[in-house]
C-alpha cells in the first residue's frame, strides 16, 4: 500500500481557475507537508501541519490555502491560479522524534 | 538557506562505490544530518541519517567526520538505479527541511 498518497498526478488548468490537490497518509504520522519543486528543481516547503494544526507557512501566497480535515490528510486549494504556480508538489509526512520524512508521488500543475 | 554544501555533480561507474560529501561547517550540537535523493519525476526518498555516530542500513552508508563539520554517503555498490540528485541536509528533528540544490549523481554502465 501507498505510504503517502496524492490526487491527482497531474494537472492542466487555465490561468485564473481554481484547483485542489489531495493528499493523503497512512502511517500514522502527525505532520504533514506540501513542497513546491518548480523548473529549476529546487524543493521548497510551503505549509506544514501538526494534528491538523498549521505550524509553518512559508510566505506562500494567500491565494494557497491548506486544509486538513483529519491527521491523515492534507489538501492543497489554491485559487485564481497564475502561470508561475506551474510546478511539482509534493505532500510528505513525518512521525515523531528524529524521524524521516515520506514523500508522495507528486502532483505536476501546468497552468496554460 | 540550506547549510550544506555539496558538488553540483558526480560520476560514479557501475558496480563501484559511490561516495558522496557534503560539508556542514555550521552545525550545531543538536543537529542531524539526513539523505535524501530525488530520481528523476518521483518524490524525495529518505536514505539514512545520523548524529555523531556512523551509521549503515539496507541502502547506504554515512560516515560523519569527528568533529561533524563534514560527511559522506557511501552507496557501496552503485547500480544504474541509483542515478538521481542526493541531497544532504542538517536540521533538528524538529525543524523543517530545507533542501539545496543537492548532487546529481550519474552511474554509468
Known amino acids: 500500500d501507498t505510504a503517502v498518497s496524492q490526487t491527482p498526478k497531474y494537472l492542466v488548468t487555465q490561468m485564473g481557475n481554481d484547483k485542489s490537490i489531495k493528499c493523503e497518509q497512512n502511517l500514522g504520522h502527525d505532520t504533514m507537508y506540501w513542497y513546491k519543486q518548480d523548473s529549476k528543481k529546487f524543493l521548497k516547503i510551503m505549509f506544514s501541519y501538526n494534528n491538523k494544526e498549521l505550524i509553518i507557512n512559508e510566505t506562500v501566497p494567500n491565494r494557497f490555502s491548506p486544509k486538513s480535515p483529519d491527521k491523515a490528510h492534507l489538501n492543497l486549494h489554491i485559487n485564481s491560479l497564475e502561470l508561475g504556480d506551474s510546478a511539482v508538489y509534493f505532500c510528505a509526512s513525518r512521525g515523531s522524534g528524529p524521524r524521516e520524512q515520506f514523500f508522495g508521488p507528486g502532483t505536476r500543475l501546468t497552468v496554460l | 538557506d540550506a547549510k550544506t554544501t555539496q558538488p553540483p555533480s558526480m560520476d560514479c561507474a557501475e558496480g563501484r562505490a559511490a561516495n558522496l560529501p557534503c560539508n556542514h561547517s555550521t552545525i550545531s550540537g543538536n543537529e542531524y544530518v539526513y539523505w535524501y535523493r530525488q530520481i528523476h519525476s518521483q518524490g524525495p526518498q529518505y536514505i539514512i541519517h545520523g548524529l555523531k555516530n556512523n551509521e549503515t542500513n539496507e541502502m547506504a552508508s554515512l560516515i560523519i567526520t569527528e568533529d561533524r563539520k563534514s560527511s559522506t554517503l557511501i552507496l557501496p555498490h552503485a547500480t544504474l538505479r541509483d542515478t538521481a540528485v542526493y541531497y544532504c541536509?542538517?536540521?533538528?528533528?524538529?525543524?523543517?527541511?530545507?533542501f539545496g540544490p543537492g548532487t546529481s549523481l550519474s552511474v554509468i554502465p
Open positions: 541536509i542538517v536540521k533538528n528533528f524538529y525543524d523543517k527541511v530545507i
